[in-house]
């Protein structure tokens, strides 16, 4: 139904703002280069403070980028005003318009663009089927529940069929449930509404859940672009191994092209490009690894904590804490506190920086 | 690192693609250059050539001046006294209304005795002041049987001003007391101390700022007031009314500069420090939310006489309130009270051109009331939603306007703006001496002198900062992002502001109007100094009548000023009721 799927592409793009308690200059975003393919659904994932906001609001219009150019379909747009931009923008608080009601706030982009009344009609009840809110058009924005009116929202987007949809944490003041179901929808209707999205979170399961690209930020910089697959397997550093999921790392040095030292004990690692001889770090997660009675390293239980799925272990191989977590623990081996035990992996479930 | 140079060049050319946003800044700017800063400036240009040639000669001169010396040290003690006093009464009654458990009618007593001040011309207090405890005031002289009683004076201003002025800090202490939290002085109670204890040790120094903050604002107020101690002062005279008479009897007009360049110093110094050193510790020490209500005090060692404290203060305001409407009724004051009559009425509208008084107040404030409302909603906008290089510009000089008493005002219009009627035989001494003419005096606005325009800007001015205030506060409860929605999908900036922005402040927007109505109608200070012949302004017909000793004529004026005014304050709530956004948001709920 777009009319165009556009794609987004950031060229050295930085943001310099003010400390405002030190005076300091500082990049809020720094030389970052993007490109959006059309139609394709992308997450900027990072902590708060890493730029992704900031990044956002450049596309939409609302800060000026201090270097660079930021092109929409192949246009440069930064000279151009958030009204005069094809983008849409979901908000973190929804940002309903309080004394509208939900078929007046859909129908208020439509109305700035002089369509006749026949035709917002139609649009605004097809968005709003869209959106499963149908029926609930006459209704007040605080009549609704959070999740309702976080569907107005996309809907009062989605409806000026932009080139890019741009979503600024829309989930994040739901509870828990309603989030991961929000999520589903959203990743459904942008399918089916077949629309560029760049949807900014610090939540790395709501990344995973609707990507098909996760653009991963630190401190103003981009750390990590890849898919969720690509992120969470091969992470680029300790930061985005870190900011994905669980992560352990184990310090050693390489000394062959597949095999590392970790204190002493040879481990078996998938080939990589890194320096022989040079000190590495292994990558484990969590649910890669397994206690056993024979493994890679040798290790001493600190904490063994059943949690119904899975048995919750923390051991400690030398001075590093590890944790394990080992699924269906229903007819395999318990380990205690105190107990000493092998981490067991694969040379595939590591993953050498 | 890089310039910021290409992201605000980028902000610069967004905002120029926006010609009514920029057409809007312009506009403002120069409104604030010409009718703030200009009238200013060119005080200080007369004080500092006014003898002529750049000197320091005329402040040797007026500080030569034993009336101005003493109006210094005047003003600096009256304001001093009735800041604390204004503080104290005024906590009294924000901590019994937040802290203690009162009657219902007690309740009561407080909306009317915070709504008083507001609807009534400034300077109803000192009126009834001299009409109940004056030399024939209706307690000294036929309660008490004093024959000599004399209200005028340092104590007869500092009493009214207290008066006038408390609620000022009642309004504001509640408001912070309101935003301790709770489980702060619980705490401290559980840990053993005692109620007296609390206050002493968490309620008073988490307060102290706000306390600060209350104390400079009113001594502000103090000796910005005119019209009290021109009305009480008797022969005490304070900086505002020495300025003025510097100017109207002297007429020296670069003497009268001068002294109105120290009175802003000593205001703009005030308010600095209230402005960037009390707001920002207030804030600090009192952003907590309450996080649950406040269980109430009920030992009635503790209420009864802090109620009973409280009643007696609030009957004795409110006496001296019905005291005006009253006084207009008996035939005459001070030796015949009945029987009860309406002469004075009549002879306000027969004998006194009271119906011209009313008509020229009423339409004048009438059309600088929307103008005031609509600028502070869009400097509020502006200062709140909006980024731009003049942005500091407009919210400091908006804010500065606060800081300027009316007096300090009314002599930089005259010298700003006066063009042919200084220059006629009665006031030719004014353009004596070598001083400067303003930069208009016949010019682009020399026709503005004397007109109802500069009266109706006068207005605007005055009003100006606290509707701006009242708007950005209102403003910054909204959401940014509803305004950026808008913007994003497709509005420009007026579409925002008259769709997203102006819908979601009506109440603050409607109250505005009725302040800024309010508060021109009852004006005083500026225009006393501007007004013409041929307008005749209700505060200034009532100055002139009380200060003439005609009592009961200027009670009949203000009688019917707090009648329109009292009244549009209902009219308005009338109208917020039935069109306001809060009833409308609860309904649909």
Known sequence: ???????????????????????????????????IAPGSFVTLLGPSGCGKTTTLRMIAGFESPDEGEIYLGGEPINALTPNKRDTAMVFQSYALLPHYNIFDNVAYGLKLRKMDKETIKKKVMDILKLVGLEGMEGRMTNQLSGGQQQRVALARALVLEPGVLLFDEPLSNLDAKLRVSMRTEIRRIQQEAGITAVYVTHDQSEAMALSDQIIIMEKGVVAQIGTPQEVYYHPSNEFVADFIGEANFLRGTLVSTDTADIGGHKVAVAASGHDVGGACTLVLRPESAVLGDKGQLPCKVILSCFMGSYQNYHVMVGDTLVKITDFNPKNRKVYQVGDDAWVAFTSEDVHVL | MAKKGQGAALDRKKLMADPIMVGTIVVLVTFLTVFILYPLAILLVDSFVGDGGFSLSVFKRIFAMPTFTKAITNTLKVGFLVGILSTIVGLLFAYVEVYVRVGRGVGGLFKVVSMLPVVSPPFVLSLSMIMLFGKAGLITRELLKIYDNSVYGFWGIVIVQSLTFFPVCYMMLKGLLKNIDPSLEEAARDMGASRGKVFMTVTLPLLLPGLGNAFLVTF??????????????????????????????????????????????????????????????????????????RMLIEERSVTIPLTILCALAAFFVIMMYLCVPIGALFPTWGYKYTPLTFKWFGQVFTKYKGLKAFRDSFVLSLIASPITALLSMIISYLVVKRKFKAKGFIEAVSMLAMAVPGTVLGVGYIRGFSGGLFHSSDWGIFSEGGALHGLFPNGLLGGIYGSAAILIIVFVVRSLPTGTRSGISALRQIDKSIEESAYDMGADSLTVFMTVTLPLIKDSFLSGLVTAFVRSITAISAIILLVTPQFLLITVQINEFAEKGSYSIACAFATILIIITYGSVLLMNLVMKFFGTSRKLKEDE
């Open chain 1, 1 to 35: 139904m777009a009319k165009e799927k556009k794609g987004v592409r950031l060229e050295h793009i930085s943001k310099i703002y003010q400390d405002p308690k030190t005076k300091k200059d500082f990049y809020a975003v720094h030389d970052t280069s993007l490109e």
């Open chain 2, 220 to 293: 502000i107020e103090s000796i910005a007031d005119f019209a009290n101690p021109m009305i009480i002062g008797g022969s005490y005279d304070t900086l505002a009314t020495t300025i003025y008479l510097q100017i109207t009897g002297a007429y020296d007009k670069a003497g009268a500069a001068a002294m109105a360049v120290v009175l802003l110093s000593i205001t703009l110094l005030m308010f600095a420090v209230q402005k960037y050193y009390l707001e920002a510790k207030t804030a600090a020490t009192l952003t907590g939310k309450a996080s649950r209500g």
